[in-house]
């Protein structure tokens, strides 16, 4: 078993091709971010690690700095010699995000003492639930919106404590796949999707970010512009996903009101400095 590095994104992408449609909804994050990527996408570094024992791909894993290292599922010891690789890519690993056992035996292959920073639910739309009608309407932002998205973008991450490194940049690759839904001509709430994965076992499209302003929630904005995402992915891939906070119920349950399930978890460790 031993740990390749790919040229760029797009001879990852091939590369892991089979691989990502056998599992096309854990593996999402992986592609998405390669898909990024191969269509204009730049971060400050990008590394490509396939997993390869006896010409067979059987693990996928990505970095883009200054984010953390992404795993899809695989065995322990090929994580382990994920961990390996990335030791020697030369910066810092800022955290360290997949399922549990592959994150802990990559964080051993860095050689880091690691804490648990989150865990997150997969859930996959199955049956599909209108939610009821609130007030407003959905609308596409437009470039004037870009710094109020910038913003919305900061406090998203900040809420779920997580990073983004522009926040302004992001938001202008994002605006053609986000929503606001609006009141009364002023926007209340925002979702959009991640860029729509090709894999051998389907198109796979992930609701997210989600976020409404603090002092907005509880009026249904948030649902709203949920399923406005979801039912513009419907007609367009085979699953609709997305990730979720599993300590926060509420969002939890507003997902399966509208016919997701969970079917994964996944953790992100950060470093501990202790």
Same mark, same amino acid.
């Given at each position: +078993? ?39 996408? =730049?971060?400050?570094?990008? $590394? ?25 599922? +695989? *065995?322990?010891?090929? *994580? ?20 549990? *056992? ?21 859930? !996959? ?14 609308? =596409? ?15 998203? *991450? =900040? ?14 690759? $994002? ?21 729509? !994965? ?53 969002? $939890? ?7 997701? !399930? ?13």
């Amino acid at each position: +078993m031993h740990v390749r590095r790919a040229a760029d994104a797009a001879d990852f992408l091939e590369s892991t091709h089979a691989l990502r449609g056998s599992d096309p909804v854990r593996m999402n994050v992986i592609g998405s971010v390669a898909e990024g990527v191969a269509s204009g996408r =730049r971060y400050e570094r990008e $590394n490509w690690f396939v997993v390869e024992d006896a010409g067979r791909v059987v693990g996928a894993a990505v970095w883009t700095l200054p984010y953390k290292l992404v795993l899809g599922p +695989m *065995a322990v010891d090929a *994580a382990r010699e994920v961990g390996r690789a990335a030791s020697e890519v030369g910066a810092t690993v800022p955290g360290i995000s997949g399922p549990e *056992a592959e994150c802990r035996a990559a964080a051993e292959g860095l050689g880091v003492r690691t804490r648990l920073g989150m865990r997150e639910r997969i859930l !996959v739309l199955r049956d599909y639930v209108a939610p009821p009608r609130v007030e407003g309407r959905p609308r =596409r932002p437009r470039i004037a919106d870009l710094g109020l998205m910038a913003r919305w973008y900061d406090d998203f *991450a =900040r809420d779920a404590d997580t990073f983004i490194d522009d926040s302004r940049v992001t938001a202008a690759g $994002n605006r053609t796949r986000t929503w606001f839904w609006e009141v009364d001509d002023v926007p209340v709430a925002m979702a959009g999707h991640a860029p729509i !994965v090709s894999t051998p076992g389907g198109d796979v499209g992930r609701v997210g970010p989600v976020f409404t302003p603090a002092d907005l929630r509880g009026r249904g904005y948030g649902t709203a512009v949920t399923a406005v995402v979801t039912e513009h992915l419907l007609p367009v891939v085979g699953t609709v996903m997305l990730y979720t906070d599993a300590g926060n119920p509420t969002s $939890n349950a507003i997902y399966e009101r509208l016919g997701y !399930v969970h079917e994964h978890d996944i953790v992100e460790l950060v470093p501990d400095p202790t």
